[in-house]
Nanobody, 127 residues
């Protein structure tokens, strides 16, 4: 079973930062692309940042470019999303996900060929 567990969400003031963590349980992330997705109330889930395990290339949606950074640790058991200069539009439930390594980072975020989702962690940035 491919289990992912997110942590690190919370309430942060505009302009603040958060670091989300995603732990892989029972497997390593070597064989999968990794992505962070978010879902705001009443909106569809959207890809925020994705990473290709094949060449370590990354993809970010336009609204987070320059503010968010996706990474993976050397043990391949953890993935992270560093979020800086947060604004109210970043509010939502953030999910970690894995997908097949044959796809690109962009395809992971846009097409969402997800094999497993985490349970989500809430990020709230008040206006």
């Amino acid at each position: 079973q491919l289990q992912l567990v997110e942590s690190g969400g919370g309430l942060v003031q505009p302009g603040g930062s958060l670091r989300l963590s995603c732990a892989a349980s029972g497997f390593t992330l070597d064989y999968y692309n990794v992505g962070w997705f978010r879902q705001a109330p009443g909106k569809e889930r959207e890809g925020v940042a994705c990473l290709s395990t094949t060449d370590s290339s990354t993809y970010y949606r336009d609204s987070v470019k320059g503010r968010f950074t996706i990474s993976r640790d050397v043990t391949k058991k953890w993935a992270y999303l560093q979020m800086n200069n947060l604004n109210p539009d970043d509010t939502g439930l953030y999910f970690c996900a894995i997908g097949p390594r044959v796809t690109t980072a962009q395809a992971m975020c846009v097409m969402r060929p997800v094999q497993s989702w985490g349970q989500g962690t809430q990020v709230t940035v008040p206006s």
